[in-house]
């Protein structure tokens, strides 16, 4: 088994209750068209698509002659598939988890540990924090796609302070007024705004729900008139997605982000951010540790929260994560974090093109299908695969992929790697 090197995976769905549902979301198309016998129900979300090898979804390799091996199986078997440099740096574990998700409704706004602070986590509290590891993440839009990330621009706090007072009121005045008179130093900036953020989010359950039933009933006895100041339409969306919840009034910290197709945002440790609408790729480190903030029935651990945060602000255009051109390949854009656990390219075969290589890289990839038709050649697989939309490749370290193209208007892929 340890010649065939690339071969397809069947990938688990997560069926969490903010995914998209039946064929709206990407998810579901994507494992009807990998598999056209699967069943996709009408009401069901399909939220994520986990392509890697996480124990708590491990991939299965869809060749029968394996039986039923998984992919964490199968690395474990073959570290050598890995490529020498990401085996022997990530102790031969596959470094990175690959997903697609189809977002309905918001899922809690929260920040990732760094490495650090991971192990500290893990180590006093392993029962809301389950690994040790970091988790960046890196998102890369599919359909127009909505979140929050990272503290807004003092002005545009200021703003808010002043346009809406229930949120006014829950910071307080004397947070409020130092983050007033904040002249543009930037540790000063941060603890000021470190201070209004964590009197927020110590404000009793009350308080914090009284508070926004005012501002609802503002809002909405508002009806026809313009909302903008108090950011109304995005405040009744989550409003009716998580009554009472104090992240509503997040939304007057954090920036709002929309991104268009193949635009990303890389969360870093510490950014606070959450997914409010639409389809994308994720990619990150393979960790689960992740600390609420709010638009969550789950836990949230305050005092850590507003302890780690980054409270740099930035303009939300500055989240923007632009991929660089590949230079020895004009159809590969790279979005390459500044993290070394994985790199994103996307890979867009032109209708003119009918004949394209996956190059060979020194890294084991995941390579997903969006768009279009091709049947792949290599050395290291079996026997030709159709490669079609929701095709799910794994494909070891230093093995090229031949592509016939039969798609006429070409094809869009996205492959995670590790790039060290
Ligand atoms: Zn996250």
């Not at 951010?273 to 609420?292: F, K, P, Q």
């Not at 697989?381 to 992929?401: K, M, Q, Y």
Request: charged share 20%.
């Amino acid at each position: 088994m340890e010649e065939v090197r690339v071969f397809t995976l069947t990938c688990a769905v997560q069926n969490y209750a903010w995914g998209k549902a039946g064929l709206d979301s990407e998810v579901a198309k994507l494992v009807l068209g990998g598999d056209p016998l699967a069943v996709i129900e009408e009401d069901k979300p399909y939220a994520e698509l986990w392509m890697g090898a996480h124990p708590k979804a491990d991939a299965k390799i869809k060749d029968n002659l394996t039986g039923e091996t998984t992919l964490g199986q199968w690395i474990a078997q073959f570290p050598g598939c890995l490529g020498s440099k990401v085996k022997d740096t990530f102790q031969g574990q596959l470094p990175f988890l690959f997903k697609v998700l189809s977002v309905n409704t918001a899922l809690s706004i929260q920040a990732h540990p760094n490495r650090e602070l991971a192990a500290r986590l893990h180590a006093q509290f392993p029962e809301h924090y389950p690994d040790d590891n970091h988790k960046p993440e890196m998102a890369i839009a599919l359909t127009h796609f909505q979140g929050l990330c990272g503290f807004r621009p003092v002005e545009e706090i200021l703003g808010f302070l002043k346009s809406v007072p229930e949120f006014h009121a829950l910071v307080g005045n004397e947070a409020a007024e130092e983050l007033r008179c904040v002249t543009g130093d930037a540790v000063h900036t941060r603890q000021a705004l470190k201070k209004c953020f964590t009197r927020m989010m110590n404000c009793e359950k009350k308080v914090i729900v009284d508070q926004l039933n005012m501002l609802m009933k503002r809002v909405t006895g508002d009806a026809g008139k313009d909302t903008s100041e108090c950011n109304g339409a995005l405040l009744l969306r989550l409003h009716s997605q998580y009554p009472g919840d104090i992240g509503c009034f997040s939304i007057y910290f954090l920036n709002y982000v929309a991104l268009e197709p193949s635009q990303a945002m890389f969360l870093g440790a510490s950014e606070p951010h959450a997914y409010l609408y639409g389809d994308c790729i994720e990619c990150m480190a393979c960790s689960d540790n992740t600390v609420r903030a709010g638009l969550t029935p789950k836990y949230i651990d305050v005092n850590t929260l507003c302890d780690m945060l980054n409270y740099t602000p930035a303009p939300a255009s500055s989240k923007l994560f632009p991929p660089v051109k590949d230079y020895s390949d004009p159809f590969v854009s790279i979005y390459d974090p500044p993290v070394p656990d994985f790199t994103v390219m996307r890979i867009q075969v032109p209708a003119s093109v009918k004949q394209y290589t996956v190059a060979a890289l020194d890294s084991a990839g995941i390579l997903l299908v969006v768009e279009g038709d091709a049947i792949a050649t290599s050395a290291a697989a079996l026997s030709d695969i159709t490669l079609r939309r929701g095709t799910v490749l794994f494909i070891s370290a230093n093995e090229a992929v031949s592509l016939h193209v039969t798609a006429q208007l070409g094809m869009t892929m996205f492959r995670a790697c590790c790039l060290l």
